[in-house]
């Protein structure tokens, strides 16, 4: 059986396997030459762009948050928000391993029920789902009065849509009723209960879990009623600035394309991380790039610059950012541990 690590490792070589492959089909000389021609000031203005994405990401998670807990530290939800974009692109398939994670490193270090943090990151994907699914639409619209996709572009397009409606629907709907969450609950204990080496621990983890729902259950429902003018303010702006930054990057290489068709450019690339993918959606994207740009008449090797640059403002600086956070992070949740261990030894210590 393969490990998750080699299947991780696996899927990253194919993808950038992948990825040269398209880049030598649109010209590897020709490609060099388009990324030469780029105009800095604007790769730049994109980069800050990037930064103010990823800060409105954190003040919106924050905003979320404080709906059910304490004041949080901006500086820790930015440091654990761009930890789980470093954990997200490493993730194959959905690439959503980093909502799971920050929920847990959040619960650490600001001491916080982990049910209330990871019911404020579905929270968070919903609003994410809804802003998207709108830009997905308009560019829908305006695509298909610039150029009509065969049958399988249209199934493809309205399948993603669907798989994203359906999936939001259900967790919304498992989240909000706390029967339905405590039915699936028990469902799978059920399941582990047949399972010999749980047995014996199957009805103290049912427990566990069960309180750990309610008030996961009561959480997610707080949160999703409360700021929500505000959350929709937030994840619009974040909608806007994404595809500002990628009308940015076009005009750094010499296209002066209207909003419209940036808008279809932007909608094609999100559809494209529904499929299933190595980590970092690595050639599933790029091939989306390729193609729409082609559709829209732009030179491959000009498609390919732009895709390079694109993908190395969007994820790539996001993830060394990500790396660096969470070195600091581990460090930091490790000396919290160290702490508590002398705290407790010391305790010890008194009584004897």
Sequence with gaps: MISKKKATVAGVIGGILMVALLIMIAGPAETLNALKSAKVQYILLAFLVQMCISVLYSLRWKVLLETVTKKVSFFHIYLISSFGYLVNILTPGAQAGGEPARAY?????????????????????????????????????????????????????LGGIFIIVFLTIIAIY??????????????????????????????EWAAKA????????????????????????????????????????????????????????????????????????????????????????VKLSTAAAIMIVDRFISSAIPAF????????????????????????????????
Excluded at 269 to 293: R, W
Aim: proline fraction near 3%.
């Design 210 to 297: 069960e309180n750990t729902v309610e008030e996961y259950s009561r959480s997610f429902r707080r949160i999703l009623s409360k700021n929500i003018k505000k959350n929709v303010a937030y994840s619009l702006a974040i909608r806007m600035l994404e595809i500002l930054r990628l009308y940015i990057i076009l005009h750094a290489f010499g296209l002066l394309f209207g909003v419209d068709k940036v808008v279809v450019i932007f909608s094609i690339i999100v559809l494209s991380m529904l499929v299933p993918s190595p980590p970092a959606g690595l050639g599933v994207v790029e091939s989306a790039y390729l193609l729409t740009f082609k559709l829209l008449g």
């Design 105 to 157: 490193v959040l619960s650490k270090v600001e001491k916080l029920p982990s049910s209330r943090c990871f019911a404020s990151i579905v929270v968070e994907r919903f609003y994410d789902v809804i802003s998207y699914l709108l830009f997905i639409l308009i560019g829908l619209i305006m695509l298909f009065r610039i150029y009509t996709p065969g049958v399988l572009g249209t199934v493809f397009i």
């Design 174 to 203: 498992v989240s909000v009723d706390r029967r339905v969450s405590l039915k699936l609950l028990r469902m799978i204990f059920r399941i582990l209960r047949n399972i010999k080496p749980l047995v014996n621990r199957v009805d």
């Design 321 to 352: 950012i990500g790396t660096v956070c969470g070195y600091y992070l581990g460090f930091r949740l490790m000396n919290n541990k160290l702490l508590i261990e002398k705290g407790i030894s010391k305790q010890t210590n008194c009584k004897v």
